[in-house]
């Protein structure tokens, strides 16, 4: 299983970016897939989670309104569409899949993932 992210870069606060994560070696639409994100010191967070169906997505309280994640399992790919960037997203952007196809609000526990991404880098500056 090999998951890989691209799509991170520096932006002002205020902009739009889009994630992506290509994944290979997997049956990808049985899996739930999540976002996650770290900055140095912390511990890595939950952003976004999605069954495998693409159905009931959840999202951490801070990114609510402004971040939609997304799926499309004919390409194998999932998506991070940031809006509203704002100094504090700025992290290390993880995608994870689970060994199960749905999670619902156990996609938030990191524990639940058995693959990671090498992660991309979003900075947003002022």
């Known amino acids: 299983v090999q998951l890989v992210e691209s799509g991170g870069g520096m932006v002002q606060a205020g902009a739009s970016l889009r994630l992506n994560c290509a994944a290979t070696?997997?049956?990808?639409?049985?899996?739930?897939m999540g976002w996650f994100r770290q900055v140095p010191g912390k511990e890595r967070e939950f952003v976004a989670g999605?069954?495998?169906?693409?159905?009931?997505?959840n999202y951490v309280d801070a990114v609510k309104g402004r971040f939609a994640i997304s799926r499309d399992n004919a390409k194998n790919k999932l998506y991070l569409e940031m809006n509203s960037l704002k100094l504090e997203d700025t992290a290390v952007y993880y995608c994870?899949?689970?060994?199960?196809?749905?999670?619902?609000?156990?996609?938030?526990?990191?524990?639940?993932?058995?693959?990671w991404g090498q992660g991309t880098q979003v900075t947003v500056s002022s």
């Open positions: 994870a899949a689970s060994s199960a196809p749905r999670l619902g609000a156990s996609q938030s526990n990191r524990h639940e993932y058995m693959y």
């Open positions: 999605v069954d495998y169906d693409g159905d009931a997505p």
């Open positions: 070696g997997m049956l990808f639409r049985t899996f739930a």
